[in-house]
């Protein structure tokens, strides 16, 4: 078995990559404190084809040297906007008709990988490293997806749960079209 070359892979330039059909799928920041975490997010909605990224709160915003250490580029592929106020950002893709889920461990959450209609644009809110989605957004959404486990920690880091719900959104939305 032989690797790949990156050549090989063929992946799209950056113009490419903007004509390229995004999964209905915006992602949320809710005062994501490392911009470590940021760039990784970046780095996945770029591999997954997320429609954009909205950084609120403290959440850093590109350009930033951290960002880019783990974006590595992707904070030039993905479309990104700036809140001051998470709140303000639920409110607004409420209005525009999304589906907004807290990524979070709540009262009443849906454990991923339940069935989730695909005519639908999701916002999914991913929170603070320590606090989680905050109170008061959690109670603005539409609903929560937790992530299954049977480990003896209760959560996984962002930028992980990232990945691990990108990823399952992807292959049940992108895929079927």
Same mark, same amino acid.
């Given at each position: ?28 920041l ?7 975490n ?11 084809a ?27 592929? %993905? #479309? ?8 303000? =950002?639920?409110? +607004? &893709? *409420? $209005? ?14 849906a ?11 999701y ?25 299954p ?10 930028? %992980? #749960?990232?990945?691990?719900v990108?990823?399952?959104?992807? =292959?049940?939305? +992108? &895929? *079927? $079209?």
């Amino acid at each position: 078995m032989r690797k790949i070359s990156n050549e090989e892979l063929r992946r799209p330039t950056v113009e490419e990559f903007a004509r390229v059909r995004k999964m209905p799928v915006t992602v949320v920041l809710d005062n994501v404190r490392s911009a470590l975490n940021v760039g990784s997010f970046f780095r996945t909605c770029d591999a997954f084809a997320a429609e954009r990224i909205m950084l609120c709160g403290i959440t850093a915003t590109p350009p930033d040297r951290e960002i880019h250490k783990t974006a590595l580029g992707a904070e030039l592929t %993905v #479309a990104w906007e700036r809140f001051a106020d998470t709140a303000a =950002c639920v409110e +607004r &893709l *409420k $209005g525009e008709g999304y589906r907004v889920l807290a990524i979070e461990q709540v009262e009443q959450s849906a454990m991923l990988g339940e069935p989730v209609p695909d005519d639908v644009r999701y916002a999914l809110v991913f929170g603070n490293e320590v606090e989680g989605v905050s109170q008061q957004v959690v109670d603005m959404c539409d609903g929560a997806i937790e992530i299954p486990q049977v480990g003896t920690k209760h959560s996984l880091n962002v930028s %992980v #749960a990232g990945g691990v719900v990108l990823w399952d959104f992807f =292959c049940r939305l +992108r &895929l *079927k $079209g």
